[in-house]
């Protein structure tokens, strides 16, 4: 049989079925009735048979096709599949295009699906947390082929951030890059993370415990400061609410009416807005029905139990609380809003109370299921109750015993405060 020459390809017309322009060894001209015509090549490997694809006519020319045949033939020769070859050779030319900022995307895709402490999804605040580290701080990295990154290219980034002053969060970037380049690993796109080489490479930042008062009559005089507090109404029912549940602060900014069932007295925080993945319940007191009852009339007709000044969609900003507490004369160094659930924790621990109670109650859990979970409810909701009002007792009590402290001042500039 005749091998093919350029004319006989050029020539082939369609017919009403594909056929075969034979050059042999098992390599082929296919014509289709559509008028297409393909490079293929049969052969076995392993006992099976299998084909080739080489290429479209005329994109690819008559000669260059058999050398193609040829170089795959010489492959099978050496045990090698020239199909099973040709797949990996693209996986490898995707891979050296893939950039850091494609496999950002997918890294995050699946720490909002699974990326939660218990498997399940992450929270707003960890989502936002970790795209402003990868999209703002690493954006010099985004547009890089991620196999062509260095661990100079890496350094650059996080020199930048530590120059900045931002110890904690350089630190921060670092880990959650290795995320993404342990997560390209696992899809076989790199062979080696370039953080790993980096691990002294950043000033670690000393720990700074939160600011908070600990003294009952110093506290007293803070609680009676926020009482006569005369800004904007939603703040100071934010802060009394937050010396009275102890919750985050930002799940304090957020919190909505329909979290609260006032019939069983009892505030329900979905997982999503907590640090540790888990939906937690607040026994609300005398006292924190009262504040709820302040605000009714204020907000009771939007979600937000404590909006902004600027808008009723719109939570207090995440500084709104503190820099009340400036304007009342508190320094940074002496109490911010998250201090509240230090002055719970270290009061009641000096006046005895049951140390797990106290732990649960700011929603310190340990590890466990569901099943867990509900049990561990069941046995400490009675105790939380009680612990919960006599807190809220004893703030009164401390307001009768106060020290005198800075009467509260409004600053002309609400900025600070919005939302």
């Keep these: 049989m005749s091998k093919l020459d350029d004319d006989m390809v050029r020539q082939a017309k369609p017919r009403e079925k594909q056929y075969k322009l034979a050059d042999g060894n098992g390599f082929y001209l ?30 690819v020319k008559l000669a260059d096709a058999r050398k193609q045949a040829e170089d795959a033939r010489q492959r099978l020769e050496q045990g090698v599949d020239p199909s099973a070859q040709r797949k990996a050779d693209r996986q490898a030319e995707e891979a050296q295009r893939k950039t850091f900022g494609e496999i950002v995307d997918t890294y995050l895709e699946r720490v909002a699906k699974e990326g939660g402490r218990e498997g399940g999804p992450a929270s707003e605040r960890t989502m936002s947390k ?38 904690e969060s350089a630190v921060r970037l670092r880990a959650v890059i290795s995320d993404v380049f342990e997560l390209a690993g696992s ?57 009275l549940t102890v919750a985050r602060p930002e799940a304090l900014r957020l919190a909505e009416w329909a979290e609260i069932d006032e ?16 939906d937690h319940e607040v026994p609300l ?54 201090g509240f659930r230090s002055s719970f924790s270290t009061i009641l621990n ?20 569901k099943v867990r979970s509900i049990y561990n409810r069941a046995r400490y909701w009675p105790g939380r109750v009680k612990l919960m009002q006599d807190w809220a007792d004893l703030i009164d009590s401390f307001k009768a015993k106060r020290k005198k402290k800075k009467p509260a001042t409004v600053a002309a500039d609400f900025d600070d405060l919005l939302g």
């Design 187 to 243: 899809l076989l796109l790199v062979d080696s993370d370039p953080t790993w080489a980096l691990g002294k490479a950043i000033s670690k930042p000393v720990a700074t415990p939160r600011a908070a008062i600990t003294d009952e009559k110093d506290f007293g005089a803070l609680m009676s400061s926020i009482d006569v507090y005369d800004g904007w109404p939603t703040l100071r029912g934010a802060l009394l609410f937050e010396a």
């Design 285 to 338: 007191s005398r006292q924190a029905l009262a504040v709820l009852a302040e605000m009714k009339p204020i907000s009771g007709h939007t979600k937000l139990i404590f909006p902004s000044i600027r808008s009723d969609d719109r939570p207090l900003s995440e500084n709104a609380m503190n820099s009340a507490l400036r304007r009342m004369g508190y320094e940074q160094g002496e109490h911010c809003a998250h």
């Design 263 to 278: 019939k069983h007295a009892t505030w329900k925080i979905p997982a999503r807005k907590l640090k540790m993945r888990r």
């Design 30 to 59: 296919l014509v289709l009735p559509t008028g297409s015509r393909l490079w293929r090549m049969d052969y076995r490997h392993n006992g099976r048979r299998k084909t080739l694809a080489i290429g479209i006519y005329p994109k």
């Design 130 to 167: 970790n795209t402003w580290l990868l999209k703002t701080l690493a954006k010099d990295l985004l547009p890089k082929a991620i196999r062509a990154i260095t661990p100079a290219d890496v350094l650059g980034v996080l020199q930048k951030v530590e120059a900045s002053g931002r110890l």
């Design 350 to 369: 000096e006046r005895r109370h049951d140390p797990e109670l106290i732990e649960f109650s700011l929603a310190h859990y340990e590890a466990g299921g």
